[in-house]
């Protein structure tokens, strides 16, 4: 069996497989359930190529759904599945060349992500192909293992050294991601990943993953945050909960913030918004706050408030109060921060999925991140609680409020801090602007909202909470 290169060729190889991949694509996390439809229903092949002829056989493909949206897979099939793969299972081939194999997402199989790791560095044959950003060799023989802390997407770790990130909604280049690691990397930043290739599919022009350094760090700042919430809500943190805790660590994470910001000035463009700018950026917050209310009903008493915010800073723009924008992070939150032994490191500099590509890769103000970065430490604050209420199930009104006041004190004195911290490093001191850096809160708050409708019904008042406040400030 070879690399198939016709449209009639990929057809015919997946035939049997497509009845078992529709039911398990709906399935994943990367799925974009409510764009689909019922467009899910039919799986048209764009790019497919045998990586590897004999078992365990190693597939990769690109496939196109009825509305139009493309998915990446990487799957394996083997005639018995090892007990060890059993939770990777898609089901078993009916018909065709692997009649009764076993067909299963084959990022959970370290044998047949080496032999990938082995065919991008090595080339030829079919299948996606590495082209090079930095000369340093890359070794072929580092043990492989799945790693289970991206969302959207899917990575694989190599020894200690190399991460492999796949991007399973796949987009024709330039990628944005691409683009400012390779920026980034050329401009040496210490608190970002070296770019060392990027996965291409063919000749089609898609930028189908990446090749970076794996940062030594032990879960992210998101699990680091929650654990010390937890702790400090309980009083077990520090004796004085107040100042103690986590502070210090939000006040280098600024710091970090602002250095990847001021690495970015100087890799991309930086403009000054004129008043029609900033009128055009709020009148997009308020349109997608009007489609959030039809979606979340919850929303609806808030509007008023936060469509004047939204107002008054395009009324502030329109005085002449100047603000400027460059290329920022643009989905900035304590899951994208790693705590690693030299300080902080970002990563996944993709931006907000559910947006268009080309609203996230234009120029946006630093605030937008800072934004983001305020919002998720409300957010690990309510979560905190959450561990904290199943660690001690006492839900008496005395206890309850006085964690949820500890909480609310502890996500304020983290903001401060990390605020505190990205102002030291130079450039923007965000508490200099409080309009648009509100009027950012809210906007997120909304898409937190509607995201949490969409997948976590019941934390849905976390950005509610949020919403609530700003609307009133």
């Known amino acids: 069996m070879t690399a198939v290169a016709t449209q009639a060729g990929p057809r015919r190889l997946l035939a049997p497989l497509l009845p078992l991949l529709g039911p398990w694509l709906r399935t994943r996390r990367w799925y974009a359930a409510e764009a689909e439809g019922a467009g899910a229903e039919r799986l048209v092949p764009v790019v497919v190529d045998v990586v590897r002829h004999e078992a365990p056989v190693l597939l990769h493909a690109v496939l196109r759904t009825g509305s139009g949206r493309l998915y990446q897979f990487l799957l394996g099939l083997r005639p018995e599945l090892p007990g060890r793969l059993a939770d990777a299972a898609i089901g078993r081939v ?4 692997w009649l009764g194999w076993t067909l299963y997402e084959a990022t959970e199989d370290a044998v047949l992500m080496g032999v990938l790791l082995h065919h991008l560095v090595r080339g030829g044959g079919g299948g996606p192909r590495l082209e090079r950003t930095t000369p340093m060799p890359l070794p072929v023989s580092l043990p492989a293992r799945p790693l289970t802390a991206d969302q959207s997407n899917s990575a694989v770790g190599y020894g200690d ?6 991007y399973r909604r796949p987009e024709p280049g330039p990628h944005l991601e691409v683009e400012t690691l390779r920026a980034l990397t050329a401009a040496r930043c210490p608190r970002t990943p070296r770019l060392h290739g990027i996965l291409r599919g063919g000749d089609t022009g898609l930028v189908l993953g990446l090749m970076e350094d794996l940062l030594p760090a032990e879960g992210d700042g998101w699990q680091a945050a929650v654990r010390q919430v937890a702790d400090c809500v309980d009083g077990t943190c520090t004796a004085v909960p107040a100042t103690g805790g986590f502070t210090a660590r939000a006040r280098a ?5 602002a250095e990847v910001h001021t690495a970015l000035a100087g890799s991309f463009p930086r403009v000054r918004l004129t008043p029609d700018d900033i009128a055009r950026e709020a009148a997009r917050m308020t349109e997608r706050l009007a489609l959030a209310v039809r979606e979340v009903p919850a929303l609806a008493r808030h509007r ?15 005085r002449g109060c100047p603000i400027l924008a460059q290329r920022v992070h643009g989905d900035l939150h304590l899951g994208q921060a790693l705590p690693t032994p030299a300080g902080w490191r970002l990563i996944d500099f993709e931006g907000e999925p559910a947006r268009p590509a080309a609203e996230r890769a234009a120029a946006q103000p630093v605030l937008k991140d800072v934004a983001g970065m305020l919002r998720s430490f409300d957010y690990a604050a309510q979560a905190g609680l959450r561990v904290l209420g199943e660690r001690d199930p006492d839900d008496t009104p005395g206890p309850r409020l006085r964690r949820a006041r500890r909480a609310r004190e502890w996500a304020a004195r983290n903001r401060r801090a990390f605020l505190a911290g990205y102002a030291d490093t130079g450039g923007t001191d965000p508490r200099c602007h409080p309009l648009p850096l509100r009027a950012y809160e809210a ?11 969409r997948h976590r019904p019941d934390w849905l008042p976390i950005p509610l909470a949020a919403v609530h406040r700003l609307a009133r400030a």
Do not use: C, F, N
């Open 443 to 453: 906007d997120k708050a909304v898409y937190e909202a509607v995201y949490e409708s």
């Open 304 to 318: 008023d408030g936060i469509t004047r915010l939204y107002d008054v800073w395009a009324g502030a723009g329109a």
């Open 253 to 257: 994470l600024g710091t970090a913030v």
């Open 161 to 166: 050294r190399l991460l492999l990130k796949i």
């Open 94 to 97: 009916g018909e065709g060349s």
